[in-house]
C-alpha cells in the first residue's frame, strides 16, 4: 500500500515536471521595461508652460541668430507654430483674443516708457494656447504661438511623470 501510494506520489510530481516548459522564460526586467513603456502617463501644467517656455527660447535663438537667412514664415512652417511679428498695437488688432490684447497694452505702455521687457509666456483667454512673446531689436513684438496639445505631442519623455 506504502509502496503504490509512493509511486502515485513520484509519477504525479514526474508528471508536474514534465508540464512546466521552462524553454520559455520571460526576461522580467524586459518585461517590466516594456510595462512601464506603455503605461499611461499625466503631463502637469507646469510642465506644458516649461515645454513652451524652452521651445520659445529655442526659437527666439533661431530668429535673433544674425547668420539666420530663414524668414518668420519658414521658421513657423518649420516648427509648426503660429508666429505673429509687428507693433503692438497692430498685433493687438489681429488678435481677437481679449487677454492677449490687454498683454500687448501693457507692451505698448511699457515700450512707450522704454522699458526692458523681459520674454513672458502667456495664456489665451480658453486655455487651450500658449503664447511666447518676446522683443526683437527693432522694438517689435513677437509672438509665438503654440497649441497644448501640439506641446503634448512634443514634450520630452523624461518630462513625463
Partial sequence: MKKS???SCLISIILLFQSCDFSKRIDTTAAV??????????IL?????????TWGQEIQAVI????????????????????????ALVLKQQNKDKKIQEVLDALDYSLS?????????QK?????SL??????????????????SQIVMNIDKPLIK
Avoid at 544674425?66 to 507693433?87: A, E, H, Y
Avoid at 516708457?113 to 509666456?121: D, G, H, R, V, Y
Avoid at 518676446?134 to 497644448?148: C, R
Fill in 113 to 121: 516708457l522704454k522699458q526692458e521687457i523681459p520674454p513672458s509666456i
Fill in 124 to 128: 489665451n483667454t480658453t486655455g487651450d
Fill in 131 to 148: 503664447f511666447y512673446i518676446f522683443i526683437n531689436k527693432k522694438q517689435e513684438v513677437i509672438l509665438l504661438g503654440f497649441s497644448k
Fill in 64 to 87: 535673433e541668430n544674425p547668420s539666420n537667412t530663414l524668414s518668420l514664415d519658414s521658421i513657423s512652417k518649420q516648427f509648426q507654430i503660429r508666429i505673429q511679428s509687428g507693433k
Fill in 33 to 42: 521595461k516594456e510595462m512601464k513603456s506603455r503605461q499611461v502617463k499625466r
Fill in 5 to 7: 501510494l509512493f509511486l
Fill in 45 to 53: 501644467p507646469l510642465d506644458i508652460t516649461n515645454k513652451a517656455d
